[in-house]
């Protein structure tokens, strides 16, 4: 196996003749190449040549010569002769790996492989692309220093003798040299072009004090002293580095190209600037694929180099180059750049002198043109314009304005002067104590904001701001404005700045405040012309005022006048109606008077400010509509501003003036004041319509009522009285239907005599004092009203109107007493078909009416009353001598029925007297208990003829005390237990406890319930009997019934019950004893207590007969 062996130079043996030919021709070529390596000024050309010949002298197939680069460590192809001579100078550097290079120049020795198929050095890109088998590396020192290594080559193994190695190394030391004194004069050519870049790049930044120039030019001359694919500037300001100038992205990351003026970079965040500023050395990141510290995402960026700029021992700046191969930047570069850095530092330090002083030059003159703006200043307006303009353009580009305070909101407003990034753009009103503005007006006192984002109260208006300075503005010692500057740098502005600012706002403050001054004047003179001439106008409206006398009229004259006049958008006048609550438009001028009819349009007093100001009575001035609570939005028109005047007369508010405008703040006090003189002037021609109508409806009312007294003197009679009445009163109000009831003095009850139109179903309808409608009126004497029957909360009072409600025929009327002498004899009632509210006149009207129908319908009844008397007085006779007639009928009558019924009894007598004395003994006491029975028989029927004499002779002599009816029945039912128990029947008591006296006689109830009792034990063979009392749900009358369990009562003996002497089929058929007076009894006590009897009976189930009394009621 073939190694390479190093060797040394060996002694020279006797040569022959060819040797010595050799050795000429060796020496010939060693001469040549360290001629050419010496003499041949074009470095490649050299190295074309001496490898050329180098081929030559060893016989090779191949010379390649490699260079060693120590900086970065790197081994790169240089020159060649051979198979790929000319393409192995811009071979890529050869790999880091153990190659026969490597170890040659490791080893500083010659190294010969004499086959590299055997060889542990792989030159692999070599070997494999040639495809050889010999190899010599012969290194290549110079001035102690490794320059590089010679490589010869042979497509078949060699084995090299020790000539042809000392041979190479003679060979290979001028061609050391050669490179040596290449790279020492690239070298020198290299510093000397780049000190001349570095001067010129330094002479261009400072032929300008203009710091955005030199900020341009910087960028541009770096390219001449390092190179790079995109490069920036970023200024260091309170912990933060942000780009201000930049070239190349749109090559390395056109991503970030849009936003990278806006990016700020936080330095305790970003560690590569972090550490430029703290040590204030440069930074290289060789490959930021693989830095921890590096921004992501890097685009194509892979090598980076970073420089501070220090001005004044401070950081002011950092430059940042790129490259988007790794590895680029070296050693060399950075002190390129750190030189350049310090040149520009030096430029940086003298642009800031110049532009303090160019900033301070500017500042005067800005101020100069200020105090000259304010001398010619015509108007507040224009000098704030022109301020703006001197200022901001001069000094404040970006964001320059003024706001002045609107002291009635509380707002600042922006002038329209007032710019953002150039431009007037408006903006809202800012609130008083919000945002930076607000905070220095409120405070009055200046504020430097270095970080907005850092800064709660800042307002955002421009995105792009970062730093703000805000100072007030004051006219004497009022504050009237401030004046603000925003900038998109972190702390943009300097004490320098507010300085100058409040000597600006000094200076507006006092000429704002003479042209105020003066804008007064003039406005006081302008208002004084137009209140004259606008005190003509409404006196002209008083004329128009004064000739009229209709109320609507004075309203829609009034609101158009002031329309055309003084120029409003909108007037409308509103009348108050009391009784409803409510305001109801009369007029209206303006876009609003199509969807507005005057008369219909009402509103609650608590609805919008037409409503506050008729429940208050007081002026309402709403210059900013958008921030009331009651304001209603108009439909046709934008108001923005509205005032409403109260129309008093003497201290009653009759209605409100409503004026709107589309101005916010459109009403001043001058306004106030000549619109109340306006509203003063339409109160008085309402006064004098009101009066004027008033006086006119009391002649149509006194005329009309003097034509109705007449035709009432001229009525022959109520028939003819009643539909006259009606007729006017139904007029009065438009009514569909009226009903005249009059008052039965003896009854207390109300009868409709008349109806008109007429309808005969309620002629002859009746209401008892306190029933209904008409009862109700009657007896509380006041007049009634319903606008609206179906909904009224008193339903009840309507219950025999519901029929005529639900066909819709009435829904709302009024209802008056009829009075004569205080006394009321009638009650008039008024319908209409629809809901209907009464007005004051209307109810007056019918009250006159009322009156005069009162009267004379008391005159025509009494006339009624004595002819009604004097006819009474003749039947009275003819009826007392029919009675007369009657009572001889009935005397016959009873008698011939006593008769009748004594002579049976007495016949009996007779009859069973003879057979008692002619019977046998064993029969005698059976005649005896006969006779027994017919004396009782007729004494029964003697005593219940005098009962019925007793009630009838003592009809009106019964005096009537509190009785308790439990009582009653309970000492009658004991009366008659023992009876009851040897009929063998049972009798239950369900008195009720608690129950209310009656007014009765104790004695005559007890018989009531005895005889109830007697007949129920007479016609109940088997059961038993039950005595109830109670009290009806109304509590106004008690019950005592008597319910038994016998064969009841056929239905043709009901009718009979009652009569005298009458006893019915069963109890004449059964032979049950009885006089038939018993009920008639009952009858005659009850009817005398002012009760009833009721009966209930069915056949073979009982008979139940219940008798019902008033209770005492409480007085």
């Known amino acids: 196996m073939n190694t390479a062996v190093p060797f040394s130079s060996p002694s020279l043996s006797p040569l022959t003749e060819a040797a010595w030919q050799n050795q000429e021709q060796y020496l010939n070529l060693l001469t040549k190449i360290t001629h050419d390596a010496a003499s041949i000024l074009n470095f490649h050309q050299m190295l074309h040549t001496v490898t050329h010949n180098l081929r030559q002298l060893l016989g090779a197939d191949g010379c390649y010569i490699t260079t060693w680069d120590a900086d970065n460590q790197e081994i790169k192809p240089l020159a060649a002769s051979g198979p790929y001579e000319d393409s192995y100078a811009t071979m890529p550097p050869l790999p880091d790996k153990d190659t026969l290079t490597k170890v040659v120049l490791q080893q500083e020795k010659v190294i010969a492989v004499p086959d590299a198929r055997t060889s542990p050095y792989h030159q692999v890109r070599i070997v494999q692309r040639l495809q050889v088998a010999g190899l010599l590396g012969i290194p290549l020192i110079a001035l102690g220093q490794k320059m590089g290594v010679i490589m010869l080559t042979f497509q078949e193994p060699h084995q090299f003798t020790a000539a042809e190695i000392h041979r190479a190394e003679q060979a290979a030391t001028p061609i050391a040299l050669a490179i040596a004194r290449a790279r020492l004069l690239h070298q020198e050519q290299e510093q000397r072009a780049l000190a001349e870049a570095l001067r010129e790049a330094v002479a261009v930044i400072n032929e300008t004090l203009d710091f955005d120039q030199i900020l341009d030019r910087i960028l541009i001359q770096i390219a001449r002293v390092v190179p790079y694919d995109s490069a920036n500037i970023m200024l260091v300001e309170h912990g933060r580095a942000r780009i201000i100038r930049h070239i190349g992205y749109e090559r390395t990351n056109p991503a970030l190209l849009?936003?990278?003026?806006?990016?700020?970079?936080?330095?305790?965040?970003?560690?590569?600037?972090?550490?430029?500023?703290?040590?204030?050395?440069?930074?290289?990141?060789?490959?930021?694929?693989?830095?921890?510290?590096?921004?992501?995402?890097?685009?194509?960026i892979r090598a980076w180099v970073g420089v501070p700029i220090v001005v004044r021992n401070q950081v002011a700046a950092l430059i940042a180059l790129d490259k988007v191969e790794s590895n680029f930047y070296k050693s060399e570069h950075v002190a390129r750049l750190s030189a350049f850095a310090s040149q520009v530092a030096l430029a940086w330090h003298n642009a800031e002198l110049h532009k303090a002083a160019q900033r301070q030059l500017e500042e005067m003159f800005a101020l100069q043109a200020l105090t000259q703006a304010a001398t010619q200043a015509i108007s507040e307006d224009d000098l704030i314009k022109k301020a703006t303009e001197i200022i901001g353009d001069t000094l404040y580009p970006h964001n320059f304005g003024i706001l002045l305070l609107d002291e009635p909101s509380l707002t600042l407003r922006p002038h329209p002067s007032y710019r953002i990034k150039g431009q007037h753009l408006p903006f809202s009103p800012i609130p008083i104590a919000q945002g930076i503005v607000g905070q220095v007006a409120q405070t009055g006192k200046p504020y430097r904001c270095p970080d907005v984002q850092k800064d709660a109260a800042y307002v955002k208006i421009d995105l792009d701001t970062r730093s703000e300075l805000c100072v007030p503005i004051f006219a004497g010692k009022r504050l009237i404005g401030v004046v603000n500057t925003e900038s998109t740098e972190l702390d943009a502005f300097s004490e320098g700045d507010e300085h100058l600012l409040l000597t600006f706002a000094r200076q507006l403050g006092v000429a704002l405040e003479k042209l105020r001054l003066f804008a007064d004047i003039q406005r006081q003179s302008e208002e004084i012309r137009q209140w004259a001439h606008r005190l003509t106008l409404l006196q002209n409206l008083n004329q128009q005022l004064a000739g009229l006398v209709d109320s609507r009229a004075v309203c829609h004259t009034c609101a158009e006048y002031l329309v055309q006049n003084f120029g409003f958008i909108s007037v409308s006048v509103h009348l108050v109606d009391a009784e409803a609550e409510e305001v109801v438009c009369e007029a209206i001028a303006g876009p609003n008077r199509e969807l507005i009819q005057p008369g219909i349009y009402r509103q609650k007093l608590d609805q919008g400010l037409i409503g506050l100001v008729a429940q208050t009575g007081k002026t309402l001035v709403v210059n900013d509509t958008a921030v009331h609570p009651h304001f209603?939005?108009?439909?046709?028109?934008?108001?923005?501003?509205?005032?409403?005047?109260?129309?008093?007369?003497?201290?009653?508010?009759?209605?409100?003036?409503?004026?709107?405008?589309?101005?916010?703040?459109?009403?001043?006090?001058?306004d106030v004041t000549l619109l109340t003189i306006a509203a003063d002037q339409l109160t008085a021609a309402l006064e004098r319509a009101h009066l004027f109508d008033q006086i006119s409806q009391r002649a149509a009312r006194f005329e009309a009522l003097s034509t109705l007294s007449s035709e009432l003197r001229m009525a022959q009679n109520l028939e003819e009285m009643l539909p006259t009445i009606l007729q006017r009163a139904i007029s009065v109000v438009g009514g569909s239907l009226g009903s005249l009831y009059l008052r039965d003095n003896a009854t207390d009850i109300l009868v409709a005599r008349g109806v008109y139109p007429l309808k005969k179903e309620l002629l002859g309808r009746q209401f008892k004092l306190g029933e209904g409608i008409v009862g109700h009126i009657a007896a509380t004497g006041n007049i009634h009203i319903t606008e609206d029957m179906a909904h009224s909360s008193q339903a009840r009072f309507y219950h025999q109107e519901k029929e005529l409600v639900d066909r819709q025929e009435i829904r709302s009327g009024i209802g008056l007493p009829l009075r004569a002498q205080e006394r009321i004899v009638g009650v008039m009632y008024i319908s209409l078909p629809e809901v209907h509210t009464f007005m004051a006149e209307e109810i007056d009207f019918l009250v006159a009416i009322s009156e005069a129908a009162g009267g004379a319908l008391d005159r025509m009844l009494v006339q009624q009353t004595l002819e009604e008397r004097v006819a009474d007085r003749t039947r009275e006779l003819e009826t007392a001598n029919e009675q007369l007639l009657e009572l001889d009928r009935l005397k016959s009558r009873f008698i011939s029925e006593v008769s009748h019924e004594l002579r049976t009894p007495i016949t009996n007598l007779g009859l069973y007297l003879d057979l008692l004395a002619q019977s046998k003994p064993e029969r005698q006491t059976y005649y005896m208990e006969v006779l027994r029975r017919q004396t009782d028989r007729l004494t029964q029927l003697v005593e219940d003829i005098l009962s019925l004499s007793r009630l009838e002779l003592g009809r009106d002599k019964i005096e009537l005390k509190p009785v308790d009816l439990n009582g009653v029945a309970r000492t009658a039912v004991a009366s008659l237990s023992l009876r009851v128990a040897e009929a063998g029947l049972t009798l239950t008591q369900k008195l009720q406890p608690?129950?209310?006296?009656?007014?009765?006689?104790?004695?005559?109830?007890?018989?009531?319930?005895?005889?109830?009792?007697?007949?129920?034990?007479?016609?109940?063979?088997?059961?038993?009997?039950?005595?109830?009392?109670?009290?009806?749900?109304?509590?106004?009358?008690?019950?005592?019934?008597?319910?038994d369990t016998g064969a009841g009562i056929p239905q043709a003996d009901l009718p009979h019950l009652f009569e005298r002497f009458y006893r019915g089929q069963r109890a004449t058929q059964s032979n049950i004893p009885g006089t038939g007076l018993g009920l008639a009894i009952v009858k005659e006590v009850v009817d005398l207590h002012g009760g009833n009897i009721e009966v209930g009976s069915a056949e073979g189930k009982g008979s139940t007969f219940t008798v019902w009394l008033p209770v005492i009621r409480n007085q």
């Open 258 to 300: 849009p936003n990278l003026s806006t990016f700020v970079f936080d330095l305790d965040t970003t560690a590569n600037l972090r550490q430029l500023v703290q040590t204030r050395q440069p930074l290289i990141i060789s490959d930021t694929a693989i830095s921890s510290g590096w921004l992501k995402p890097h685009g194509l």
């Open 632 to 670: 209603i939005p108009s439909p046709r028109i934008s108001v923005r501003s509205e005032l409403v005047l109260p129309l008093r007369q003497g201290k009653q508010l009759i209605g409100v003036l409503n004026v709107d405008s589309t101005d916010i703040n459109a009403f001043t006090e001058t």
């Open 994 to 1043: 608690d129950l209310p006296p009656v007014h009765g006689e104790p004695i005559q109830l007890s018989l009531v319930v005895s005889h109830l009792l007697h007949n129920a034990i007479q016609f109940t063979p088997v059961g038993g009997i039950v005595v109830r009392t109670g009290l009806n749900e109304a509590g106004t009358a008690v019950f005592l019934q008597v319910m």
